[in-house]
């Protein structure tokens, strides 16, 4: 199953949720069962703020990727969620980490450069940093996001370095399950990615 066919399945599930709990809290109202309306409302709630929470994640993940892109035409650009070791890494390079959470899973993005790679946040005029594209600077390895370890690329020259999610499929990052995504990112960070993949 692609992506978007994992989006629609997505989203067709939380409207049938929605649909069938709308419908329950009404029968409940007319049958005089207020705690069992009282329970159809909260799970409506509950969908509700997932349901937003998730489309405005993914909405400034992508809007970040783009927002960087706009300031270098042509080059690759990697979406991705912070891990919590960026705020750090940022205060290291002598950089802002305005807006990045401390346990990770804010927006960046990562542009692609012949010589550096740039890290950018949410509409930054410039990148934040650069790490200089070095042979072997670009691994996979384990970061903390959210309070625990999951798969994370890693790039560094020695003297700055970026870690992060990378998000090519933004509902699946934001729960840290990125697969092959890992692979494909180190790929195009380390320039060694095949036009088809870089798609």
């Not at 994640?57 to 706009?70: P, Q």
């Not at 933004?170 to 399950?177: D, V």
Request: positive net charge; charged residues 20%; glycine residues 8%.
């Amino acid at each position: 199953m692609n992506a978007r066919n994992k989006r629609v399945t997505y989203v067709t599930v939380l409207l049938v949720i929605a649909v069938v709990s709308a419908l329950r809290l009404v029968l409940d109202l007319r049958s005089g069962d207020t705690e069992a309306a009282t329970v159809w409302i909260a799970l409506l709630v509950v969908l509700a703020i997932v349901a937003v929470t998730l489309l405005v994640v993914v909405r400034r993940v992508t809007a970040c990727a783009r927002h960087a892109a706009r300031h270098r035409p042509g080059s690759v650009v990697v979406p991705g969620f912070t891990t919590a070791e960026m705020p750090d890494i940022a205060r290291h390079q002598g950089a802002t980490a305005r807006g990045w959470m401390t346990m990770g899973g804010s927006p960046v993005a990562v542009v692609v450069t012949p010589t550096e790679l740039e890290v950018w946040g949410r509409r930054d005029d410039a990148p934040r940093w650069v790490v200089q594209r070095t042979p072997d600077g670009v691994t996979d390895g384990p970061a903390v996001y959210g309070g625990r370890e999951v798969p994370a690329v890693w790039a560094h020259d020695g003297l700055a370095a970026v870690v992060f999610v990378p998000a090519y499929r933004p509902l699946r990052a934001t729960a840290g399950t990125v697969g092959t995504d890992i692979s494909r990112a180190v790929a195009e960070l380390s320039g060694t990615a095949s036009a088809a993949e870089a798609r």
